[in-house]
């Protein structure tokens, strides 16, 4: 009880930036899963987004997942005792597109505070066809940081969106220290984005142009004016470049940006732009 306890305190302090990683020496591991069953989740991913008949509730349950469903949503989410920390997804089931509808991605929820608030938040855009955030804190488990390992859901789900919709975009929100940046630059932006690369595309800078005329917001394109913080050992963002195919936006918040997640029409300019 009393480790219980001394834990959960721990979780706070990090959580409000007042613990360092090295407070959670003793980690449990979070699951990662083999190679057959990432293929398998890719083909079952796959036909989730293009609304094909998919597998039943025990089948998911035999793969680690737990499934549930409404008229509106899939919603799916990885067993805490067999897939522990995989976190979880909601698919919309009729998205106003069906040509590219957007994916939308908070890796570090906890961590960086407010991204999920803001990722479910732009979820209601009918524009998005699934959501996925991560449900164990990015620094309290051993292999947590989902952004950055090969097999994941986050990863399963990319590569089967990818091939369901190859002019598609993943956007992954995540959220950034100013007094942490190693550049001027860096300290006095309100967003950093990136397509995950040194090389940044016309669609990278036509994003840009929105968020700083639509939310005057002072954004920095990673390979252009900043140099940091540009998601280039993110493995989405890898998969994508790598595969030459649809666009990944990897989207950098201040904290000032991000405590503005209850404005109503900031979300409404920062789903236009994206």
């Known amino acids: 009880m009393i480790?219980?306890?001394?834990?959960?305190?721990?979780?706070?302090?990090?959580?409000?930036?007042?613990?360092?990683?090295?407070?959670?020496?003793?980690?449990?591991?979070?699951?990662?899963?083999?190679?057959?069953?990432?293929?398998?989740?890719?083909?079952?991913?796959?036909?989730?987004?293009?609304?094909?008949?998919?597998?039943?509730?025990?089948?998911?349950?035999?793969?680690?997942?737990?499934?549930?469903?409404?008229?509106?949503?899939?919603?799916?989410?990885?067993?805490?005792?067999?897939?522990?920390?995989?976190?979880?997804?909601?698919?919309?089931?009729?998205?106003?597109?069906?040509?590219?509808?957007?994916?939308?991605?908070?890796?570090?929820?906890?961590?960086?505070?407010?991204?999920?608030?803001?990722?479910?938040?732009?979820?209601a855009d009918e524009g998005f066809i699934v959501y996925i955030e991560n449900t164990v804190q990015r620094y309290s488990a051993e292999q947590s940081d989902l952004a950055h390992q090969e097999r994941s859901i986050f990863s399963a789900f990319a590569a089967a969106y990818i091939e369901r919709y190859p002019q598609g975009r993943v956007i992954q929100i995540h959220g950034f220290s100013s007094a942490k940046r190693k550049t001027k630059a860096g300290r006095f932006?309100?967003?950093?984005?990136?397509?995950?690369?040194?090389?940044?595309?016309?669609?990278?800078?036509?994003?840009?142009?929105?968020?700083?005329?639509?939310?005057?917001?002072?954004?920095r394109v990673f390979g252009l004016d900043v140099f940091e913080l540009g998601a280039t050992t993110n493995t989405i963002g890898k998969r994508f470049n790598r595969q030459g195919v649809g666009h990944f936006l990897h989207l950098e918040l201040s904290e000032k940006t991000r405590q503005q997640h209850g404005d109503p029409a900031w979300l409404e300019e920062m789903q236009q732009c994206l």
């Open 3 to 123: 480790k219980s306890a001394v834990l959960k305190y721990m979780h706070i302090m990090l959580v409000l930036g007042l613990c360092s990683p090295l407070c959670f020496a003793d980690k449990r591991l979070v699951s990662m899963v083999s190679a057959s069953e990432f293929a398998q989740l890719q083909k079952s991913f796959y036909e989730l987004l293009g609304g094909q008949s998919s597998p039943a509730v025990k089948d998911w349950q035999a793969m680690g997942m737990a499934l549930t469903e409404d008229d509106n949503y899939i919603y799916l989410e990885a067993d805490q005792v067999t897939k522990f920390g995989l976190g979880k997804a909601t698919i919309r089931k009729r998205p106003i597109s069906t040509d590219a509808p957007l994916m939308l991605q908070a890796p570090h929820q906890f961590y960086d505070r407010h991204t999920g608030d803001i990722g479910r938040a732009l979820f």
């Open 189 to 219: 932006a309100d967003i950093i984005i990136s397509n995950g690369s040194l090389f940044p595309d016309q669609k990278l800078l036509a994003i840009q142009a929105c968020l700083r005329r639509q939310l005057k917001l002072v954004t």
